[in-house]
């Protein structure tokens, strides 16, 4: 037997699983591999920042992992062993997308899709900050959508590629607009052309 060989193809082999570990360590989302006997294989370093304060460990059953979770309130209020029982009928044969917001106020996006072997992959994605400015973007435009209707002067707002970003009820009424005309995204110039067919210039 040639011992070199055996020996070079386990160097081979340490080499390309510390790559793997290297590279999986370096992608920022968490991620956590289940075997097909839905107990934990692996996960990176992301996926415990991310769900600190309910760690997993290697070996630990997918069962121990969501009772542990529920007990520590992970979905929410209510009774854990119900709480886990819901989480557990989740079918992990095909994809799935699901938000939740932990105890601790981070808002986690949880992507499972199914591996050759028949276990599963979970992705978890923090997106507290993208959530979070979402909403304050909302937030903005509501508050610009009840100032737009509570000024007495027509408005209309374009944007640098002159369209509309906004306007209100009353430039709608004063230029004896069509309703629809001043929407965002439309084009002055489709407006100028609305006005010329009439006659207005």
């Given at each position: 037997?040639?011992?070199?060989?055996?020996?070079?193809?386990?160097?081979?082999?340490?080499?390309?699983?510390?790559?793997?570990?290297?590279?999986v360590n370096a992608i920022p989302h968490g991620i956590c591999v289940?075997?097909?006997?839905?107990r934990v294989l692996m996960f990176n370093r992301a996926y415990q920042e991310i769900m600190r304060g309910v760690p997993v460990t290697i070996g630990d059953s997918l069962e121990e992992v969501i009772r542990r979770r529920a007990a520590a309130g992970e979905y929410g209020p209510g009774d854990p062993d119900a709480l886990a029982g819901e989480q557990l009928s989740f079918n992990t044969s095909g994809p799935q997308i699901r938000r939740r917001r932990r105890p601790n106020g981070t808002i986690i996006d949880i992507r499972t899709a199914p591996l050759p072997d028949g276990g599963?992959?979970?992705?978890?994605?923090?997106?507290?900050?993208?959530?979070?400015?979402?909403?304050?973007?909302?937030?903005?435009?509501?508050?610009m959508d009840l100032m737009l209707a509570n000024i007495r002067h027509g408005i209309i707002l374009f944007g640098p590629d002159h369209r509309v970003i906004a306007s209100n009820r009353i430039a709608t009424e004063l230029l004896d607009h069509p309703p629809g005309l001043l929407v965002p995204g439309r084009s002055q110039a489709e407006i100028l052309e609305h006005m010329r067919a009439r006659g207005e210039f």
């Open positions: 037997m040639d011992r070199s060989g055996v020996a070079c193809g386990a160097e081979e082999a340490r080499l390309r699983a510390a790559m793997l570990d290297g590279i289940y075997g097909p006997d839905r599963h992959i979970s992705v978890v994605t923090d997106t507290t900050h993208l959530i979070e400015a979402e909403d304050e973007l909302s937030r903005r435009a509501y508050k």
